[in-house]
Each structure stands twice: as structure tokens, then as C-alpha cells.
């Protein structure tokens, strides 16, 4: 079915309709977060909720992989509350945990070399997937729209964990219903460890759940009775609330020493500009320690991060000499969004753009961190050293350019190719084994594009005509930002940006095995911004 959305010319306007529906929730959603006048001490009083951490709240549980049994996740909708007021529509991946407790949304843990069994029991009433983000896995397992679990089936997955140790995160990957499946609520987090990973927390002293904490950042738009609003045909879906971990103006206590934060960013297509402010408003450096497919070589010391949809960061803030009633806030930095397609029509009415949602670009506060308790003895010194990718750069490799751009029509292409245009085919085939190089372009007349490659991990080889924004963030010869220098699964391109990337096909796998490439703006995604390629012997 063709998404291209209904009113190009004005692309990220809701329909009238629903318009008209929520306009009268836009005095309070979503603007009461946007940075002001006021002090940061100010803006911290309305920040009142306790983050919900995973395993440790009733609504999101933890689940390990067994040796001989799969988790069971079930589709459905479940009624929760969310914010003050009525209970919001949330749909949810549930698995009922060995004391008969109903969790939604359970983070998954593995280790490296494992396998991962999962069973998909879907009850949702529609076609969906469950999409292993980040994972090397085969065809069948991918969770691809290329095999729907249709409505009172069961799916298994089942793979082996290739990965290096990281976060990485599953979610609803149904063809041209991805957006709204994943606003709705289907996406969860998977922790993966290794022995290095195990070593580096002991070496830190940090306990998961208390000072090693997983943060799934993800904005909603609500309307009347806090109902989750999506419109299948808009563009670039934000909301109105920004939730971490499903907490709205979440507070995290957190005790003086090491405080890792594992950021992953499951929004629709909102793009956070990470910092963190202390009670005096001065920004607090971090390290940055990983990215997606898991820890850097070393630690990046920095002040501030692109997080762009389905990226991960994980970062390590130091709070040894932190006394307790001492707090700082995780906010979204302003930074320039270069939405240059808006000038491709009729210019925008911002009244009418998601009612009450803070813009995209605009400051914003996210979590409240408010130290208490004594220091920890435990807490020891961050290594210099912290892992070995092992993956060298290939001057051999095949060069592929794909160029990513607007049609007058309000269509988004990769080259000439847009997946509804191409039916759903494959548009190319590469060799089991190959290295190749792709040189993403990103027309000047575009906007921000997060594209994400599935069933194979890549590294950055260079950026160049990138905006002051991120070239100011460089830190070699290449134009490589230190959110460049891991593995990776998604990588931003701005506009007039190119972005060479190199992958190695190499895979256990035989025959031939299809997977998507994809702009993970997940309304772009589902308008067909998206292409389909296969491995093959």
C-alpha cells in the first residue's frame, strides 16, 4: 500500500480531523518541558516521578533466555496509566514471568554465544513482527514485514546471539504499520553480555538496576483521555510527552559514584541532543563508553550527543564527589533540525503541527537525577582501554552510493528506488563474504535521516560536507564524530551530508537471505523509504 502522505505540500500537518480532536490538550502536554525563562531549579520541581526501572516495577519485567524453553510474548492491548487521569491505550509485547506476574515490554538479557528463544503469540487483531534490532541473524529470524505473524498465530525465533555485548532493542516491523505499532507501545529492550562487559561493571562497581540503568526515550502524542494519537499518513511523528521508560517527568535517585546510563532512543522520529545540567546550570561532562553493537576502544570524554531513533549511547557520568540533595538533569540541547523539505510546498502552520508537542530542534528537559545516600567504596577507575572491535578499515572494498532525497510529490526515495514503487522486491543481490563501502548522500533539500541496515552490524569510514553541528564534534581526518568509532546499525546523515559506512557480508547462514534497508524515521519507513536486498551463495 502506498503511505506517500496525503497532503504533500504540507506534509507534517495531522488530518483535520484529529486536529480538531486534541488541539484542546495543547496547553498543557509537552510545553511545560521545553526550556524558559525560568531557572533549571524551577523547571526540576515538576520533574515528580520515579522512573520505573526494569525487573524493578510491576510494569516492565526482566526475562533470560532459558536453555529449554522459549519467553512467550503476547500482542495485546493493555490499559495502563501513564499520565494523571484516565488510563492510556498501550500496546504491548506481555510475558508472564515464573510467579504468574503479567510484565509488558520485559527487557531480554543474553550473552554472547547463546541462543534466543522466543515465541510470538500474536493477539493484537492485526499483522505483526517482532524485528531483532541490531541482531546478525538469518531471514526468518530478522522480524522483517517479509514474514507477518498474522492475528491468532504463533511465531518462533530462534537464533544464536552473534553480537558483541551491548543494548539493543526488539519492536513491531509490520509493512506500512511499523510507525504505529511502535507508538503505540510494541518495543522492548535486549541486554547482551560478554565476559569484557562483566569485567568492566565489576571493575566500576556497578550494580544493573541501581547505578547501571537502561533508559528507552520515547515521546508520545496524546489526545483526549490520554488516548495514544498516530496518523498513519503524517511525517516524522513526535508527541507530546516525552517518557523514559514509560515514566513521564521521571526522577532517578542515584547514589555518589559511577552512574552508567545505557540510552536507547525508541521514538517514532524525534532526534535528542543528550547533555546533562547540574543544579547551577553549567553542563556536567560524561564518557561516552558505546554505541549500538556495544563498547568503544576507549572512552570519549564529551559534553553532548546526537541520539537519533534507534540509536544507542552509552555513557558513564561521574558522581564520586557528588554529596546527597545534589541533582543534575538529562535535557535535549536546541540544535539546528534542518528540516530543509519544509520549504518544498506550502510553508507550515506550527499551531497545527502536533498540538502541544515541543519542536523538533527545541530544548528540553528529560530526567531528573537527584543524588542520595552515601558513597560507595566500590566504585573504581574508569580503564583507558575498554575494548577492540578488531575491524579495519577495507580501501578495497566495493563502493555503493545511495542517495537519499524528496520527489515533488512529498515521496521519499533511496536512489530511484521507494519500496512500494518496487513492490516489495528485492532491488540488488550481494555476495555472501563481500566487503563493500556504501556512500550515503543526503540531498540538501531533506531533512535528518537515521537509515538502519538489517542482519549486519557496520562501521563509519568517513563524513564529509557535514553541518557545524557535527563537524564541530569531529575527531579525525575522517569527519568521524566519537559516536562513529563502534559498530553501528543505525547512522544519522544530515542534509548535504555524506556518510560512507563499510559492512562485511560474511554470515553461517546458506542460501538466500532478504533484508531491509531503511530510513528508521518510522513514518518515512512505512511511505516506502525503505529497500529490500539479499545475501546469496
Known sequence: MDQTPRNPRRRRLLAGGIAAGIVATAGYFGLKHRHGNEGLSARATSFRNKLRIPGASARLGEASEAADASIVLQTGIHPQPILEGAASDIWTYSHRNAAGQLQHNPTLFARTGSRLKVSLDNRLGDDTTIHWHGFAVDELNDGSGLHP????????????????AGLYWY???????????VHKGLAGLVVVEDDEEISLQKRLGLTWGVDDIALSISDKQFGPRNKIIHEIAADDWIGNEVLINWTPDPVFEARPGWLRLRLANTSNARLYRIAFASDEGANLPFQLLGTDGGLLDKPYRMETAFLAPAQRLDLLLDLRSAKAGEWLM???????????DAGIGMPEDPAMEHPGAVPMGENMDLLLIRVAGEARETAGELPTTLSAHGIGIREDAKRRPFRLWIQDSGRWMINNWNYHLAHGG?????????VERWEIT???????????????QFIVTGRTKSPKQVAEQAIDPRGRTPHDMGLLDTVLVWPGETVSIQIDFSQPYSGKQRYMFHCHNLEHEDQGM???FAVTD
Open 171 to 181: 519492536h513491531a516491523h509490520p509493512h506500512g504499520q511499523t510507525g504505529l505499532q
Open 442 to 456: 543526503n540531498e540538501m533539500v531533506s531533512m535528518p535521516h537515521p537509515v538502519h541496515l538489517h542482519g549486519f
Open 149 to 164: 505473524v498474522r492475528h491468532g498465530q504463533r511465531y518462533d525465533y530462534d537464533f544464536e546471539v552473534r553480537n558483541r
Open 426 to 434: 528485492d532491488v540488488f543481490e550481494i555476495a555472501r563474504g563481500s
Open 330 to 340: 538529562m535535557r535535549s540541547l536546541a540544535y539546528d533540525p534542518m528540516e530543509n
Open 530 to 532: 525503505m529497500i529490500g
